[in-house]
């Protein structure tokens, strides 16, 4: 072509910085400030440093629909970005991806999640992207990776495993979640305490004995926040008495 680019060619090229470009058109700095104190930005805080641009997740969706032909390691530039939004329309891009890539392709989206888990650093992040990417690839495979990554001094790695279980309990297998919630019944962060009582509570929709089984055994030394999260459903009298026994 004696040198000329074709203009789908400079568009696709050009299509990070476009996307960049877009959400610096959404900002909203008064709604950056209420997100930076939600998602606990303050020193010492969990998401400290994390910086927000103030766009809303349907506008995120929106934005990661546009750009869903970003490539593989344009979307790990991005996941690696030091604005929040930016690495949530990442993870939205690759759980697009995923969903149209076979066993291969899977596999390689999943190998750089894994390699980013440094960039999945709140809670949000954790919860929209684990089940959608890491649980639907585990599905039909061996899965103690969630066991190391429940047992990692990260407290994102530790939230993902057991975020990723929740793919497994929309398909009524609870097996990965029972044990998990187990390993994590004395970790010390507030985060895996309400993520692991949202999956217990997740499984009692389905199965409300499985649920009562693992309370019965544990409740007594679960986390208060962790109990009441799992209870939230159960009827008044019910929850008073794990409340009681806890």
Not at 156 to 179: G, P
Not at 222 to 239: D, Q, S, V
Request: aromatic residues 8%; glycine residues 6%.
């Amino acid at each position: 072509m004696n040198g000329i680019i074709s203009p789908m060619r400079r568009i696709t090229h050009a299509a990070p910085a476009l996307l960049k470009r877009d959400m610096r058109e959404l900002a909203d700095p008064e709604k950056a400030k209420i997100l930076s104190r939600f998602f606990k930005t303050g020193k010492g805080e969990y998401g400290e440093g994390d910086i927000f641009l103030g766009i809303k997740v349907p506008e995120l969706r929106k934005i990661a629909k546009k750009y869903d032909g970003l490539s593989l390691k344009e979307t790990g530039r991005l996941l690696s970005s030091v604005v929040h939004e930016q690495r949530l329309a990442a993870l939205l891009i690759l759980i697009g991806h995923f969903r149209k890539a076979d066993d291969a392709g899977k596999k390689e989206i999943v190998d750089l999640y894994l390699d980013h888990t440094g960039f999945v650093n709140n809670w949000d992040l954790v919860d929209i992207s684990a089940p959608h990417i890491l649980g639907e690839y585990l599905l039909r495979k061996e899965r103690s990776l969630l066991d190391k990554l429940a047992g990692s001094d990260s407290l994102w790695e530790r939230r993902i495993a057991i975020m990723a279980t929740f793919a497994f309990i929309r398909r009524n297998d609870f097996e990965d979640t029972l044990r998990l919630s187990g390993t994590l019944l004395s970790d010390g962060h507030d985060l895996i305490h309400k993520a692991v009582g949202w999956m217990l509570r997740e499984v009692g929709k389905r199965n409300r004995k499985a649920e009562e089984d693992f309370l019965d055994a544990h409740c007594r030394r679960m986390p208060r926040t962790m109990l009441r999260y799992a209870i939230e459903r159960f009827e008044e009298k019910k929850r008073r008495a794990y409340l009681q026994m806890s």
